[in-house]
């Protein structure tokens, strides 16, 4: 089993390895250089390598650089920059957080919620070149200079939480590692390629998809400071990049940026586009691929499988618009959705492999639903609803707790979706359960339509009508400039219809 220190010393010296729009490259000496510096900082603060540190940075090379650089030292715990001080409250008590590290002369609701446990807080300067940093603390210690092994925890991520109180996700070393791996081989990335990363650096897709897969490759990364609609372009073409990964309102939002960034598009040299955190509509796959002449691989993960458990294969033409791909890393099956059984057909996708979680920590109740036994292997429910088809490719029909239950009729949200998006002037959609006193919940959709194009509720619902069983199509359209989304820029369908005052 490796660790994230095993894929990284192997690299050559001289190769790129982390940058940023309009900065220098720090090289894999430098990575390796600044881990060192890093483990040593920790040590003397009396951080050993099963203390938790958590990490609170904007986006950036400096962010990527200190969870690769911390995780190869201790447990890292990178949170969301925008929460306010009571959500840090409840994360660094929830992990028992040792350390925080935040940007030195940070003065924010990160540090206030470490001072009312009396946290050690690490402060990072950056320096140059991109992704190099010094830590300083008024912290002394003397902890030993052991390096974790590959069965000690490298991640600690909450689950999203949207329906019950977010469940801690620890990801031992090996986890982290084999997924590196799996992203690494699916989409055959060497030291030539590098990744333009748009996705934030506190979630799994950025963070393995992005940063650790393409250390493990040898490959260089460029962090953008986020994801900026309006400034992706000019990073395309000053990056330069062979490949980027984004969640579909991203890869969306790009598009709508496309028709007057033709030049740009022209000159880019990107092998690839990847999608993933989210389901793309097909047609957007098929505009995307159309759009940058490259294969858009679209990937199914999850937080518990350290990222990957499907992806499309990169080949130009085998991706399937409307499908998350063959199992790249875990073994994926479909299970009884009741009963601890696997069985063909439709059902609830099941993962084993290296990349799985080991179990929620201190949640026995949660481990008890979500992991079971058979056929000789311990297999992790996701939660989502699919199956196969006849080529081995996985399609989704939803998660098991968005299935809308309209009088006993099970809809599926991301079909209606994917017939929503065909119609020429919507942009982007969403369908979601409302409650109805009679049948306990219809189908709803919350659109936004391509700019300079038009249509009525009325007109879409038309649309519809003519595709789909009339159960399924959307009783209610709502017509939006923006849909609400979530710190990933994921849309979220749990909890819309309140937000959207349907509730």
């Avoid at 690769?68 to 008590?93: C, G, H, R, W």
């Avoid at 969640?247 to 939002?253: G, I, L, S």
Wanted: charge should be negative.
């Amino acid at each position: 089993m490796q660790r994230l220190e095993d894929l990284i010393q192997k690299q050559p010296d001289d190769a790129r390895a982390i940058g940023a729009p309009s900065r220098e490259w720090m090289t894999y000496a430098d990575l390796k250089a600044l881990t060192t510096d890093v483990r040593q900082a920790l040590r003397s603060a009396g951080i050993g390598a099963s203390d938790r540190v958590a990490i609170v940075l904007p986006n950036g090379p400096e962010m990527a650089a200190a969870f690769i650089t911390v995780a190869q030292s201790a447990t890292t715990a990178p949170l969301n920059p925008a929460y306010k001080e009571d959500e840090f409250a409840f994360y660094l008590d929830d992990l028992k957080a040792r350390a925080i590290i935040v940007e030195a002369g940070y003065d924010g609701p990160a540090r206030a919620a470490a001072d009312r446990f009396g946290m050690i807080v690490i402060e990072l300067t950056a320096t140059e070149p991109a992704g190099t940093f010094t830590l300083s603390t008024d912290a002394k210690g003397d902890a030993a200079d052991t390096v974790p092994a590959a069965d000690n925890i490298a991640l600690i991520l909450h689950t999203s939480g949207t329906t019950s109180r977010p469940k801690i996700v620890p990801l031992l070393q090996s986890n982290v590692a084999a997924s590196a791996e799996n992203i690494r081989e699916s989409l055959a990335l060497t030291p030539e390629d590098c990744c333009l990363n748009v996705m934030p650096l506190f979630h799994i897709h950025g963070l393995i998809a992005a940063v650790s897969a393409s250390l493990a490759a040898g490959a260089s990364i460029s962090c953008a400071p986020g994801f900026d609609a309006l400034k992706f372009y000019g990073w395309l073409e000053e990056v330069n990049p062979t490949w980027y990964t984004a969640v579909p309102t991203m890869h969306q939002a790009i598009l709508a940026r496309a028709p007057r960034n033709a030049d740009i598009i022209k000159n880019a040299r990107l092998r690839l586009l990847r999608s993933s955190s989210s389901s793309l509509p097909g047609p957007v796959m098929t505009q995307l691929a159309e759009t940058f002449g490259a294969p858009v691989v679209e990937a199914y993960g999850m937080t518990e499988a350290a990222h990957q458990m499907c992806c499309n294969p990169i080949e130009p033409g085998r991706q399937k618009p409307g499908a998350v791909g063959l199992p790249a890393g875990p073994e994926v099956r479909i299970a009884h959705e009741l009963e601890n059984r696997l069985v063909e057909g439709i059902g609830e996708i099941s993962i084993s492999g290296p990349n799985v979680t080991p179990g929620y920590e201190a949640n026995p109740e949660a481990n008890e639903k979500n992991f079971f036994e058979a056929e000789g292997k311990r297999w992790f429910r996701t939660g989502d609803q699919g199956m196969f088809d006849e080529d081995g490719f996985l399609s989704l029909t939803g998660r098991l707790k968005e299935i809308i239950n309209r009088g006993g009729e099970k809809i599926s949200p991301l079909e209606v979706d994917g017939i929503l998006s065909d119609h020429p002037a919507v942009a982007q959609c969403v369908t979601f359960a409302m409650p109805h006193d009679k049948l306990g919940e219809e189908v709803a959709a919350a659109v936004v339509l391509k700019e300079g194009q038009s249509a009525t509720d009325r007109e879409i619902r038309d649309f519809a009508s003519e595709r789909l069983a009339a159960f399924k199509v959307p009783r209610k359209i709502l017509i939006l400039d923006e849909i609400p989304k979530g710190a990933t820029g994921k849309l979220q369908r749990i909890g819309l219809a309140e937000k959207l005052g349907l509730g």
